[in-house]
């Protein structure tokens, strides 16, 4: 079955404790994506690559870091997370940029 | 500065009726519009999507206009479904080398039967 995961599904972390949540997809897509989703806020992208070994900010990168080291793989880590960073995360995956992209399920996650 | 606006946050309609989400942006770069449509508990799914290069699209009871000179897009559900009930989000992609794909806040449509 194609699809994108994410891990772990809920998180909730203490202030400064770095975390990591992964993303795969097996659909063999150059481009990945990270997005986080606020009230009221809609869906805003954090980070995003072009294709293995190529990432770049997006809209809201601050205090994030990303790394591409295979086409499936993507994850997001949080160095040294804030309570402003609590939000609910998502994970995407596409052929390129502008084609349909396939969302995975959230990760929803608390810094206290 | 938001450069995907929509600016209606909630749309009531009734079953059977249509719905139309609008959609509104300020870069004229932009050439490629795309409309998700997300559940609750579930990510963003992709609904249709349209090039800078067409004026409307068309997919089975989803239909997106686009209008270049106004910088608007919107969004016709018909005719609308209780299962339609949902947040529907509008996508910008920003052309060129880039891959930033810049999404607007969102409508929540509630389809009443």
């Known amino acids: 079955e194609a699809q994108v995961t994410q891990n772990p599904r809920y998180l909730i972390t203490v202030t400064g404790k770095k975390l990591t949540v992964t993303c795969s997809q097996n659909?063999?897509?150059?481009?990945m994506s990270w997005y986080r989703q606020d009230p009221g806020l809609g869906l805003r992208q954090i980070y995003y690559?072009?294709?293995?070994?190529?990432?770049d900010k997006g809209d809201v990168p601050e205090g994030y870091k990303v790394s591409r080291k295979e086409k499936r793989n993507f994850p997001l880590i949080l160095e040294s997370p804030s309570p402003n960073q609590t939000s609910l995360y998502f994970c995407?995956?596409?052929?390129?940029?502008?084609?349909?992209?396939?969302f995975g399920p959230g990760t929803r996650l608390t810094v206290l | 500065d938001q450069q995907v606006k929509q600016n209606s946050p909630s749309l009531s309609v009734q079953e059977g009726r249509i719905s139309i989400l609008n959609c509104d942006y300020t870069?004229?770069?932009?050439?490629?519009f795309l409309w998700y449509k997300k559940y609750p508990a579930e990510g963003p799914t992709f609904l249709i999507s349209?090039?800078?290069?067409?004026d409307k699209n068309e997919d089975g009871r989803f239909t997106v206009f686009l209008n270049k000179s106004a910088k608007h897009l919107s969004l016709h559900i018909v005719p609308s479904q209780p299962g339609d009930s949902a947040v529907y989000f509008c996508?910008?992609?920003?052309?060129?080398?880039?891959?930033?794909?810049?999404f607007g806040k969102g409508t929540k449509l509630s389809v009443k039967p």
């Open positions: 659909m063999n897509h150059e481009y």
């Open positions: 349209i090039s800078s290069i067409k």
């Open positions: 995407a995956s596409s052929p390129l940029p502008y084609n349909e992209q396939f």
């Open positions: 690559s072009m294709n293995v070994e190529v990432t």
């Open positions: 870069n004229s770069m932009f050439d490629y």
């Open positions: 996508a910008a992609y920003g052309g060129g080398s880039q891959g930033n794909l810049i």
